[in-house]
């Protein structure tokens, strides 16, 4: 197989896996998009010791535009999920943060689809969960391998 080949045999399952993500485990009634729970998924994991995360860095982590994270973090904020503050060394630079409510909603949103998910595999077999386990370990060394 090409280099050409894997790409698109991995843009497929990418693409595929999403679908099923979005359409098996997408939560009902007031749950976070796709899109926002990545968003505070990022702050909350984001290594700034308190201090926040800069709109460029996280626009960068993510693979967004700044225009349109900039709308969705003004949103969060807009909701107290997200805390904004000027930096304090540079003041030309906004920082961005998780809040602690942002934290609780982030916390039942990903409680609820790892429920949805538990709930799927809980239907294989203990040999076909230890496949898929085997499988996502050697597709995460694969990736990272080609820098992914």
Known sequence: MTGEEAAHRLADLMISLKRTFRSYVGCTGGCLSEERFRCLYRLAESPTNGTGATLSALSERM??????????????????????????????????????????????????????????????????????????????????????
Request: charged share 40%; with cysteine.
């Open 63 to 148: 693979r967004i535009s700044s225009s349109s994270l900039c709308i969705m973090l003004g949103k969060l904020e807009e909701e107290g999920l997200v805390e904004r503050e000027r930096d304090l060394v540079d003041r030309r630079k906004v920082r961005y943060r998780i809040s602690e409510p942002g934290r609780q909603k982030l916390r039942e949103d990903r409680n609820q689809r790892l429920l949805v998910l538990s709930e799927k595999f809980s239907a294989l077999d203990a040999g076909e969960r230890e496949k898929l386990i085997h499988a996502i370990e050697d597709l995460e060394g694969v990736l990272e391998k080609a820098g992914l």
